[in-house]
């Protein structure tokens, strides 16, 4: 890693023509576990997601819903703002396209440097557009006629429109991504990203006539009557955000010119255009790249496609009110597959909540603290020597942050909750084995040899649960803080437990 040592951390920016699902619930607590690991572990961080207002279906479904577009948009733009509270999210800033006074500004700059590089060009185009992806389709990209992301029959649409030369950026492309300056993550979603950029790159058409586009969106510089296409837009947000092109442009040389690491979550529907059409656009404008894209999957719900259309969209701010902050999240974490699609149940949920948040971390932390108020009046036991019944335990607590480590590095997020939760059970099976509250029993009638292994015991047990009260933050970070605070107590003295995981029902 080179640069200032900083972290910027970025989410797609969603279309908001409908309220969030639970995809985007998946793409901002993965975002958000990367974020919290950092600053857990002392990096300065910064978190940003926001939407993407400037869509043409934003506009459709406006009208569709008989409201007003900008006030349409502002009403399901505050819904994806809203998951901060219900999905403990700790983004430190969010840019809605059509309202941030930041964004227009770095924008506008944007197009002018890649016009200075002569990368624009006027052509009359006729294709086939998918109003669902906001794109172009070549007949060869359309399974059966069909859009591959949504399975409609893409519309023709003849009409003059600027075009970018990325064709031009093939080389620097295959270099940036080929040498590993550009890291895509899984491997999977980079080999087939090398494939698409050495078959060849065509143009791409970059504004719509404002008719079109029915006056939403932002114009092009000095073509008014074109509008910048939607995605050109809205992927500068994650520069203009940092005051790209505005009045004060330290955030932006803070946070990506210097930065050390600049990760983007993306899902892999729009892995092209980040990893392709954002690449080469960055590469026009002479301006640094992401050094991380990583690519998450879809989530399916019981066995459909999840999507708004399909009415199966499950509403995270439902599961959040019925399940819990915590239950959703160590879903999402735990089972859905760094590669392939998973399907979401309601009984997968909640079982998963119940064998490893309720009963298996829950177990634990209900026996430690109830003996450690009972037998030490709160205070922990110091760490056995070698030999002693907690070595198993205190060794795989010490190597737990380096494993959640390698594990996030990779955004392995089942390894990492996979390392947690071997910790879980390693404290549970010791519980098991030494029987503490016997142990406790035998101690208060005076026997020594008891009392001693007792102590060692709980030490190992207390130290055990501290360790996942740290650890467990950017993945739990509601139940992690009420655990934390539990084993901290009120003056040094820990209470008799209040379950900080308790049992759910479908
Ligand atoms: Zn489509």
Redesign the pocket.
């Known amino acids: 890693m080179t640069g200032n040592g900083n972290f910027y951390l970025t989410t797609a920016i969603p279309y908001v023509n409908a309220e969030p699902h639970l995809g985007h619930a998946l793409e901002l607590v993965q975002a958000d576990v990367l974020a919290r690991h950092r600053r857990l572990r002392g990096q300065p961080v910064r978190f940003l997601t926001g939407t993407d207002d400037n869509a043409l279906k934003n506009v459709t479904a406006a009208h569709a819903a008989g409201a007003p577009v900008g006030e349409f948009v502002a009403r399901n733009a505050a819904r994806f703002y809203g998951l901060r509270e219900p999905l403990a999210l700790s983004f430190d800033d969010f840019i809605r396209t059509s309202a941030d006074p930041r964004h227009r500004p770095g924008v506008a700059r944007l197009w002018r440097q890649c016009a200075d590089r002569g990368d624009f060009y006027q052509r009359h185009y006729s294709g086939l557009y ?1 109003g ?2 906001e794109q172009f389709y070549l007949p060869e990209e359309l399974p059966g006629g069909l ?1 591959p ?2 399975h ?1 029959a ?1 519309e023709p649409v003849t009409e003059q429109n600027w075009f970018f030369r990325l064709s031009r950026y093939t080389g620097e492309l295959l270099d940036a991504l080929g040498s590993g300056r550009v890291r895509i993550e899984p491997d999977t979603r980079r080999n087939e990203v090398l494939a698409f950029v050495r078959a060849g790159l065509h143009d791409i058409s970059v504004s719509r006539p404002a008719t079109r586009a029915r006056g939403w969106g932002i114009p092009v510089p000095g073509d008014p009557g074109q509008i910048i296409y939607v995605w050109w837009d809205a992927l500068a947000n994650y520069i203009t955000a940092l005051g790209y092109g505005g009045a004060d442009e330290q955030p932006y040389r803070d946070w990506w010119v210097n930065s050390g690491e600049r990760v983007q979550v993306i899902g892999k529907g729009v892995t092209r255009f980040h990893a392709v059409h954002w690449l080469a656009l960055l590469l026009a404008a002479g301006q640094p790249l992401p050094t991380t894209i990583y690519v998450h999957e879809y989530l399916s719900v019981n066995g459909a496609k999840l999507s708004k259309s399909a009415g199966n969209a499950i509403s995270p701010y439902e599961l959040a009110a019925r399940f819990g902050t915590d239950a959703i999240r160590w879903w999402l974490l735990r089972e859905v597959a760094r590669l392939g699609d998973t399907d979401f149940t309601v009984e997968r949920l909640v079982n998963r909540a119940n064998s490893d948040l309720a009963n298996g971390l829950g177990n634990l932390q209900h026996r430690t603290l109830t003996l450690a108020h009972r037998c030490h009046h709160g205070q922990a036991a110091p760490p056995g020597g070698q030999g002693a019944p907690g070595t198993e335990l205190v060794t795989a607590c010490q190597a737990l942050p380096h494993r959640i480590d390698q594990a996030l590095a990779r955004f392995d997020f089942r390894a990492a909750t996979d390392a947690i939760w071997s910790v879980v059970q390693a404290g549970n099976r010791l519980a098991e084995t030494e029987r503490p509250w016997e142990l406790a029993r035998r101690a208060e009638h005076g026997d020594r040899g008891a009392t001693s292994r007792l102590d060692e015991v709980l030490g190992a047990l207390t130290g055990a649960c501290r360790v996942l009260a740290t650890e467990l933050g950017p993945f739990l970070p509601t139940g992690a803080a009420a655990l934390s605070s539990q084993l901290h107590g009120s003056h040094g003295a820990i209470a008799p437990p209040v379950p900080v995981f308790t049992r759910r029902r479908q």
Do not use: A, F, I, T
């Open positions: 998918c669902g992806c859009c992301e949504h409609v893409p």
